[in-house]
């Protein structure tokens, strides 16, 4: 389960191209939350700019060095058409088909696309905002307020009973089939072990003990940091809050229902508690 996935053996990270650039570069291009491909197995575009492919982009940010080229995110405005020789692909489902260290670096682009969007002007005195050198950031000229493109951190546990696991269904998922484990958002002054026991609790009325770490994962949709932990049941009754839950129970550990896709963290978790504990 501590096995690392780093998209950091293909790329390496950069905040300004400080030389002209005289190859093509990658582009992770987004537009109304899609991303621009090749249809030739679903391959970024590489180009020297993106008017090569008759497109203009509202504004651009350097990514840094992927396998040797440069690399770029853009945003395009949202009537930007996919020209010939190029598609849109929905991020989420690119899950299931981009090579997993594309699908991260993806991940990441549209983060620093939507922040630099939503940070053009100065949140407390609303002047125009400037990059800082050298960083993922920008900076107030005239109040000095800075921002830095901001993370939603998440906790997601697998609660484990003897030989079996709670695996809830969400009210929006009703009727879908799919289970899944507990997760919710860490609030403001809470720990992340906090945050569990609080999300177990109030979603479906039982406590837990014995909090171990497992993994985490970037799920940018829009723009959470995930935090995978295993819990031992300790006490309670399920109680679902049906706001949220549509119904939870314990189920045997060679008998699951439907569960999330491969390669989302809440599978992995549940993959790895069957491999551990049947
Ligand atoms: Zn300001």
């Known amino acids: 389960m501590y096995q690392e996935e780093s998209i950091y053996k293909r790329y390496q990270r950069g905040f300004t191209l400080d030389s002209e650039l005289t190859e093509p570069a990658y582009w992770l291009a987004f537009g109304r939350g899609r991303m621009l491909v090749t249809p030739d197995g679903l391959h970024l575009p590489c180009h020297k700019s993106l008017e090569e492919l008759g497109i203009t982009p509202v504004r651009t940010q350097y990514l840094g060095i992927l396998e040797g080229k440069h690399c770029f995110s853009a945003e395009l405005s949202p009537d930007t058409e996919a020209l010939e020789g190029t598609e849109y692909l929905d991020l989420m489902s690119a899950y299931s088909v981009l090579d997993e260290d594309i699908y991260l670096l993806a991940g990441k682009a549209t983060q620093i696309v939507t922040w630099d969007q939503t940070h053009q002007y100065c949140g407390r005195c609303s002047?125009?905002?400037?990059?800082?050198?050298?960083?993922?950031?920008?900076?107030?000229?005239?109040?000095?307020?800075?921002?830095?493109?901001?993370?939603?951190?998440?906790?997601?546990?697998?609660?484990?009973?003897?030989?079996?696991?709670?695996?809830?269904?969400?009210?929006?998922?009703?009727?879908?089939?799919?289970?899944?484990?507990?997760?919710?958002?860490?609030?403001?002054?809470?720990?992340?072990?906090?945050?569990?026991?609080?999300?177990?609790?109030?979603?479906?009325?039982?406590?837990?003990?014995?909090?171990?770490?497992?993994?985490?994962?970037?799920?940018?949709?829009?723009?959470?940091?995930?935090?995978?932990?295993?819990?031992?049941?300790?006490?309670?009754?399920?109680?679902?809050?049906?706001?949220?839950?549509?119904?939870?129970?314990?189920?045997?550990?060679?008998?699951?229902?439907?569960?999330?896709?491969?390669?989302?963290?809440?599978?992995?978790?549940?993959?790895?508690?069957?491999?551990?504990?049947?």
């Not at 000229?141 to 696991?165: D, E, H």
């Not at 819990?231 to 189920?251: M, P, R």
């Open 127 to 278: 002047h125009e905002t400037e990059y800082i050198p050298g960083e993922r950031g920008k900076k107030c000229p005239v109040c000095g307020f800075m921002s830095y493109p901001r993370l939603s951190p998440a906790t997601i546990t697998a609660v484990i009973k003897n030989k079996q696991i709670l695996l809830s269904q969400y009210a929006a998922f009703r009727g879908r089939g799919m289970h899944t484990i507990i997760a919710g958002f860490v609030e403001p002054g809470e720990t992340l072990e906090e945050c569990i026991h609080r999300e177990v609790f109030e979603e479906v009325g039982v406590r837990v003990k014995n909090l171990k770490y497992l993994k985490s994962q970037s799920w940018p949709f829009p723009n959470s940091l995930m935090m995978g932990f295993l819990a031992e049941y300790d006490s309670g009754e399920i109680k679902v809050d049906e706001t949220e839950i549509a119904n939870a129970d314990w189920f045997d550990l060679d008998n699951l229902p439907e569960i999330p896709p491969p390669l989302s963290i809440a599978r992995r978790i549940i993959d790895w508690v069957v491999d551990t504990y049947s």
